[in-house]
T-cell receptor, first 114, second 112 residues
Framework: GAGVSQTPSNKVTEKGKYVELRCDPI?????LYWYRQSLGQGPEFLIY????????DSGLPNDRFFAVRPEGSVSTLKIQRTERGDSAVYLC????????????FGNGTRLTVT | AQSVTQPDIHITVSEGASLELRCNYS??????LFWYVQSPGQGLQLLLK??????LVQGIKGFEAEFKRSQSSFNLRKPSVHWSDAAEYFC??????????FGAGTQVVVTP
């Protein structure tokens, strides 16, 4: 069966540009999470969706970061005016009944800001 | 607020030897605790989890973990490691929404 799919797998962009990162969760999973993993660190929570709404966006570092999930399935993480410090692996995870059912993680999008 | 500490950044172990990875948590109530493994180029995979009940939890790939409330610990163990166990291991705690708080990770190197 299909797992969590993230596209692109790699993205290189110039400082100041806008980027979009996409996450296709496992079909039927209502909960969707975005995490950011910097080199040598554990993943850090960014935002959590339950259905279409953002239930918890406390991890978004600033207002340059925004995420949507308009139909309760695919989600897009949007970063405006990218900075070199945004370089990291962005991970998406989904679950159908958290925390009782596990989070399934995608392989991530490696973002490099030059 | 919940938090997780993994004291060991890096561990080297010989193939066939036992492995123990340490994890300490800070949480007000009974925690949801997890161990994940991340291999190069692969996503995070759940090894095991603890919510309640038996404090010794069995997971996949021959791993087990023991919850010790008195020590605020949830250490991961494997009796005999294989070369394929070389990876990064993350301990995590979760709130009731499933939001995971990860430790910094322990890199495991397996030598022949």
């Amino acid at each position: 069966g299909a797992g969590v799919s993230q596209t692109p797998s790699n993205k290189v962009t110039e400082k100041g540009k806008y980027v979009e990162l996409r996450c296709d969760p496992i079909s039927g999973h209502t909960a969707l999470y975005w995490y950011r993993q910097s080199l040598g660190q554990g993943p850090e929570f960014l935002i959590y969706f339950q259905g279409t709404g953002a239930a918890d966006d406390s991890g978004l570092p600033n207002d340059r970061f925004f995420a949507v999930r308009p139909e309760g399935s695919v989600s897009t993480l949007k970063i405006q005016r990218t900075e070199r410090g945004d370089s990291a692996v962005y991970l998406c995870a989904s679950s159908w009944d958290p925390p009782n059912s596990p989070l399934h993680f995608g392989n991530g999008t490696r973002l490099t800001v030059t | 607020a919940q938090s997780v500490t993994q004291p060991d950044i890096h561990i080297t172990v010989s193939e066939g030897a036992s492995l123990e990875l340490r994890c300490n948590y800070s949480y007000g109530a009974t925690p949801y605790l997890f161990w994940y493994v991340q291999s190069p180029g692969q996503g995070l995979q759940l090894l095991l989890k603890y919510f309640s009940g038996d404090t010794l939890v069995q997971g996949i790939k021959g791993f087990e973990a023991e919850f010790k409330r008195s020590q605020s610990s949830f250490n991961l163990r494997k009796p005999s490691v294989h070369w394929s166990d070389a990876a990064e291991y993350f301990c995590a705690t979760s709130d009731s929404w499933g939001k995971l708080q990860f430790g910094a990770g322990t890199q495991v190197v397996v030598t022949p």
